[in-house]
């Protein structure tokens, strides 16, 4: 089955960096594009950032346009987001997500947090 893991996740202080990592499982992944989203307190789930399955392309929200990067290992079947510059607003529960057939799947989650 479908299985998609976060991790990297963790407390930095602003101006700093982490890069997530979400691996996959059960699915062929190298056919398909991926997406990761966030999700602050009190707020909708927003994207962030999607990668074809190539990486031929990338898109990126305004919010994180030349801070972030998404990027993916075809081979480890994990898609990564460095995230340099961080702000508080940065803060949040991030996601990755797979449109699979009719599906959405999702990781269980990692938590950013940017604070002082």
């Known amino acids: 089955q479908v299985r998609l893991v976060e991790s990297g996740g963790g407390l930095v202080q602003p101006g700093g960096s982490l890069r997530l990592s979400c691996a996959a499982s059960g699915f062929t992944f190298s056919s398909y594009s991926m997406s990761w989203y966030r999700q602050a307190p009190g707020k909708e789930r927003e994207l962030v950032a999607t990668?074809?399955?190539?990486?031929?392309?990338?898109n990126y929200a305004d919010s994180v346009k030349g801070r972030f990067t998404i990027s993916r290992d075809n081979a480890k079947n994990t898609v990564y987001l460095q995230m340099n510059g961080l702000k508080p607003e940065d803060t949040a529960v991030y996601y990755c997500?797979?449109?699979?057939?009719?599906?959405?799947?999702w990781g269980q989650g990692t938590q950013v947090t940017v604070s002082s």
């Open positions: 990668i074809t399955s190539t990486s031929s392309r990338t």
């Open positions: 997500k797979l449109v699979y057939g009719l599906m959405n799947y």
